[in-house]
């Protein structure tokens, strides 16, 4: 599997590999048949009929006719366009058109499979028997180099990869490892974009807030691991005195999705009167955020009418992963559960 951010050159190994493009320096060497499936539509001719196509692709991949034959039944079938398989492709949809695209690059066997993020372009049910179709191909011992940025589809799919940046290879190797590198340069710069948002839209503020964080043996922390105590000390200066607001902390994922909320009021909180320089600690018993990079915000708000009187500047918060084999869930939060033995009978 091939992972990386738009522009970083993953679509250029996979044309070079397919000798679309040529090369000005280096060289590459291949070993095999190679079936590709890059941008949508290539190697059709618009005015012929899918099964003509069918036998215009097999032949490029260097199949006899009666070879093309043997496989068109499964072809037709695994691409699942009925009749239109005998209409001119340039009536196709654009799903039609992945659809029998793969159902060639897949059903013909070659040595090595290229593909590119078209699949996307397909339904679920349609994504789903192309990554069994995958599976099975890897078990027959097919090479499948797959370049996507849907990260369930690059651990599902593939056992190695490589994480492209820029046209550097940042990360080989195992795929876990390669999609943990990838997500932690994610996570790092859109956090560094929502800090930046926040900084362009400032407005005046009637109180002056500030985040501290301290792991379980009170030491300041930006990093707290999954299950461990987590305090947030709430820093305030109100140059007037506000009366019983309502104390915000909202945290993020790198996604920019919620996380979490904890409004002071709604969990029995009542701070009378806030003047001058004063903290708040919130403690929280154990931190059950999945893995990654969050952001943490402090605000507070009018009781009443929900009018910000000020919020903090974002900080960030790392959730380490934890030394244990389950932690694969692509979720925000993680509880804590115990599992009970079967029993028999209705309850």
Aim: a negative charge; glycine letters at 10%; one cysteine or more.
């Amino acid at each position: 599997g091939i992972i990386g951010p738009n522009g970083s050159g993953k679509t250029t190994i996979l044309r070079i590999l397919s000798g679309i493009c040529h090369i000005n320096r280096g060289h590459v060497r291949v070993r095999g048949s190679i079936s590709a499936l890059i941008a949508l539509g290539a190697g059709f001719h618009p005015e012929l009929t899918g099964r003509e196509n069918i036998y215009l692709n097999g032949s490029i991949l260097g199949l006899k006719h009666h070879e093309i034959n043997r496989y068109l039944d499964d072809i037709v079938d695994f691409a699942g366009i009925g009749a239109y398989i005998d209409a001119p492709v340039k009536r196709y949809s654009s799903g039609m058109f992945v659809r029998l695209g793969f159902a060639v690059a897949a059903q013909v066997r070659p040595d090595i499979l290229l593909v590119d993020e078209v699949l996307a372009v397909g339904d679920a049910r349609f994504q789903t028997r192309c990554h069994e179709r995958i599976r099975e191909l890897r078990e027959e011992g097919t090479v499948i180099i797959l370049v996507s940025h849907d990260m369930w589809a690059i651990r599902k799919s593939c056992a190695q990869g490589i994480f492209l940046n820029h046209g550097v290879v940042e990360t080989q190797g195992d795929i876990a490892d390669v999609i943990e590198a990838y997500d932690k340069v994610v996570q790092q710069e859109n956090l560094q974009a929502l800090i930046k948002k926040q900084k362009s839209d400032g407005e005046s503020q009637d109180a002056i807030c500030h985040i501290e964080m301290f792991n379980h043996e009170g030491e300041p922390t930006t990093e707290v691991p999954w299950g461990e105590p987590l305090t947030l000390r709430l820093h305030y200066r109100c140059d007037t005195p506000i009366h019983n607001p309502t104390l915000v902390v909202s945290v993020f994922s790198h996604h920019g999705a919620c996380a979490a909320v904890m409004r002071s009021r709604k969990q029995g909180w009542e701070g009378g009167t806030l003047d001058g320089v004063g903290f708040v600690d919130v403690k929280i018993p154990e931190l059950r955020l999945n893995p990654g990079r969050y952001a943490v915000r402090f605000i507070m708000k009018d009781t009443a009418d929900l009018a910000s009187y000020g919020e903090s500047q974002i900080h960030e918060l790392f959730v380490p992963l934890p030394n244990i084999d389950w932690f694969n869930e692509d979720c925000t939060y993680v509880p804590q559960t115990e599992w009970g033995a079967p029993q028999k009978g209705i309850a």
